[in-house]
């Protein structure tokens, strides 16, 4: 089935912002890859897919990060393949200026704008606030039955999924995608923690540079989209509670490598991402602490210490316990404005 492409904006008074709306798909609008789609969408853009079953309705939303772009390449994959889907599907694809901002699909947010995925727990004014209230009162609109949230990871690594919630539906909304679940008491501002009466799962579908992260979009949209009976689990989940944040002091200074850099405070090491989801036991050597003290690091969790899981070791970094390590990334920017990892305690 070919759609003929219509475009047009809806501004939403309590918001403050405009959201592109389509509901018609045209070979102009698709163009010839997922750069050129990304680029005639203009802006940020909720997609309206009919199902065979219009008395219900699914939400996938995307790119809320410019650098990641697995879930918009599986969605415009999806869409030149005239997918149809099982019910009514509205695809919000958010952060469409920063993903098109040069070098593409390198920049997290705009520069000098806030993380739009932090942006979902407060009534500010400035412009991610505002994109991010937007997102919300479509969803909200329509009443979904479920919603996945579709990342890539900010370094290598496999897919996972994460959620506020370990209920039923939400594990089996995630095991169309990953057999990893993370059930996580912390809270970022991300969409993930807002009420939209029905489940909400972020997925991670690997790295941005790895091609297996776009095969597990792609099949997992598929199925999600597929499945008559949304809540049936597809696969076994391996599930991981209460993870935490190592983040980086403001003023300490980092850097990757083989070896202690003296001129930073810390150097990790340099295949650090190798460990997400590895085997990391105890004692376990991530990299070099110039003088020797653990104050460049804390914890998202202020009642938790972090000499309780990492130690130094003759000017290493060191794990003290055996853990589970993910999200890790290699991107200095990344590493000091967001964390250095989340891990959890080995089950």
């Given at each position: 089935m070919r759609f003929q492409h219509g475009n047009y904006n809806?501004?939403?008074?309590?918001?403050?912002?405009?959201?592109?709306?389509?509901s018609e798909i045209s070979p102009q609008l698709l163009g010839a890859n997922t750069l050129q789609f990304l680029s005639n969408l203009g802006g940020p853009t909720v997609i309206h897919i009919?199902?065979?079953?219009?008395?219900?309705?699914?939400?996938?939303?995307?790119?809320l990060h410019g650098n990641e772009p697995s879930g918009l390449?599986?969605?415009?994959?999806?869409?030149?393949?005239n997918f149809v889907p099982q019910v009514n599907t509205k695809i919000i694809i958010a952060?469409?200026?920063?993903?098109?901002?040069?070098?593409?699909?390198?920049?997290?947010?705009?520069?000098?704008?806030?993380?739009?995925?932090?942006c979902f727990n407060h009534d500010e004014k400035d412009l991610q606030h505002m994109l991010a209230n937007a997102i919300c009162e479509e969803i909200?609109?329509?009443?979904?039955?479920?919603?996945?949230?579709?990342?890539?990871?900010?370094?290598?690594?496999?897919?996972?999924?994460v959620s506020i919630d370990s209920s039923r539906q939400h594990q089996a909304i995630a095991s169309y995608f990953t057999h990893r679940f993370i059930f996580t008491d912390i809270r970022l501002g991300s969409i993930m923690e807002k009420d939209f009466g029905c489940p909400i799962v972020t997925i991670e579908a690997g790295g941005s540079q790895d091609t297996e992260a776009d095969v597990?979009?792609?099949?997992?949209?598929?199925?999600?989209?597929?499945?008559d009976m949304l809540f049936a689990q597809a696969q076994e989940l391996a599930l991981i509670t209460h993870p935490r944040r190592l983040e980086l002091c403001k003023e300490s200074s980092l850097h990757y490598g083989d070896h202690l850099n003296p001129a930073v405070d810390i150097t990790l090491r340099q295949d650090i991402e190798g460990f997400n989801f590895g085997n990391v036991v105890q004692n376990t050597p991530l990299g070099w602490i110039k003088d020797n003290d653990l104050h460049h690091f804390h914890l998202d969790e202020p009642t938790q210490r972090v000499d309780d899981f990492f130690s130094i070791v003759d000017g290493m970094l060191?794990?003290?316990?055996?853990?589970?390590?993910?999200?890790?990334t290699t991107r200095v920017d990344i590493a000091k404005s967001d964390c250095l990892l989340y891990f959890a305690e080995k089950p």
């Open positions: 809806v501004d939403y008074a309590m918001s403050g912002i405009k959201l592109n709306h389509v009919p199902g065979k079953d219009k008395s219900r309705c699914r939400v996938i939303v995307t790119l390449k599986a969605i415009h994959s999806l869409l030149c393949d952060s469409v200026v920063a993903s098109l901002t040069e070098p593409v699909f390198t920049h997290r947010m705009l520069p000098g704008k806030r993380d739009l995925n932090r909200k609109a329509c009443q979904p039955e479920g919603i996945v949230d579709i990342h890539n990871t900010s370094g290598s690594g496999p897919s996972f999924s597990t979009a792609i099949n997992g949209i598929r199925a999600y989209l597929s499945a060191v794990t003290k316990k055996h853990l589970v390590l993910f999200m890790i």
